[in-house]
């Protein structure tokens, strides 16, 4: 029988098949070349859906841990308001929805809602005078303070104890010290040198310096990490993406082809354009993406909470800028007329208000709007809007889709210090965190709420053998418990089997072949 090779390339809708003799010429049968493909259509994923599961999963676990907190407030409140949650609950009613219950000051009826948002404008003042005042505050205060800590209670994208903490540049030189040995390991040459690592430390102070612009930043950059001209166009990928322009994947992973695909780390889908990515590339450049925008987490996070400044501190600031900015805006925009007025005033609106646009396009379509309309007035506040609009920094909001660089430890840090300081007047604040191996970096039982993760590897916190449960619940559940009993970050590791919930997860996750059964 002739020896022949068959040759196969498989692709998602389609496979090419070709046969070859021991020469690699095509071979033929029944006069026609044994070469082809076969077309169908592509399988459907479901990432979509998945993310809309994963979505409802991350606010149910925000609603559980803010039903504990609640739990540990509600019998010291009963004391001082026993209807303080309930009208709270209320408060997300319209004033026409026939089953509310509660009108007028939903928070503090005594002193009015008003008077406090005169007294705090917003929950960070609040947040503020509750670490550095020494006196008693009223207990709805503090709830509402610790309360917005455990919501939004920021990332772990590093697991550094809350008191060993520093928000400052110090690892960004060795975030670029990694970034290079990456590059290294893709060129495949320990000789080689991709970014100028002599010039480290000068392109740090550069990230950190609230005085340059960013266009600035991420020119002055691109020049400092060139070493070779061969890589002029690597770098400027670099540091474009660094400082959260569009750049090149392409020239950034040193991927070759004709095709250039651009990102930014500011895309408020970037997780699931990473998650994409994560099928297409290799391990290697998968983590130099990974680490170049750690970079970007650490230059927004300065810009967000400069060195030096709590959290709080420096979105009070933010909105004082705002408001200072917005007094500006509104005695230019009576100068004009009555057209380009209310061109303006649509544009702050729809800016406050996110619409028009998605989140993440809110501040570059107000800028737009903005520059387009004044630029042929030549006056003396425009020049100050405009170069304020260039550096990124006219009107700046407290709550923006950037929020997400900033780390769990920050919150925790101001979460601490308000128990400290109200721990004198009200003791069960500073309960000892009751799991004693977490101590050392949550030392109060509030603090489990802002560090406590459900492992990836448990999933949902349903166990697919209660009969109370139904099928749509437990379909994607696979968590193994130890013991029946509540679920709480304080007694999870007595009642969830970690061990047992991972092999559950590596085994659901193994697919089998529909059409080789049983192979």
Known sequence: MERYHIGLDIGTSSIGWAVTGDDFKIKRKKGKNLIGTRLFKEGNTAAERRGFRTQRRRLNRRKWRLKLLEEIFDPYMAEVDEYFFARLKDSNLSPKDSNKKYLGSLLFPDISDSNFYDKYPTIYHLRRDLMEKDEKFDLREIYLAIHHIVKYRGNFLENVPAKNYKNSGASIGFLLEEVNNLYKDIVGDENVTILNSEKFEDVEKIILDDGIRNLDKQKGVGKLLVEDKKNKNLVTAFSKAIFGYKFNIEDLLLVEGDEKSKLTFNDENIDDIFNELSHSLDDRRMDLLTKTREIYFKFKLNMIVPTGYTLSESMIEKYEIHKAHLKMYKEFINTLNSKDRKILKNAYTDYINNEKAKAANAQENFYKTVKKTIKDNDSDIVKKIIDLIDEGNFMPKQRTGENGVIPHQLHQIELDRIIENQAKYYPWLAEENPVEKNRKFAKYKL?????????????????????????????????????????????????????????????????????????
Request: glycine letters at 4%; charged letters at 35%; zero cysteines.
């Open 447 to 519: 603090d489990e709420l802002v560090t406590f993760r459900v492992p990836y590897y448990v999933g949902p916190l349903v166990d697919k053998t209660e009969s109370n449960k139904n099928e749509k619940e437990t379909k994607f559940a696979w968590m193994v418990r130890k013991s029946k009993g509540t679920i709480t970050p304080w007694n999870f590791e007595n009642l969830v089997d970690r061990t047992e919930s991972a092999n559950r997860f590596i085994k659901r996750m193994t697919s089998k072949d529909t059409y080789i059964i049983g192979e």
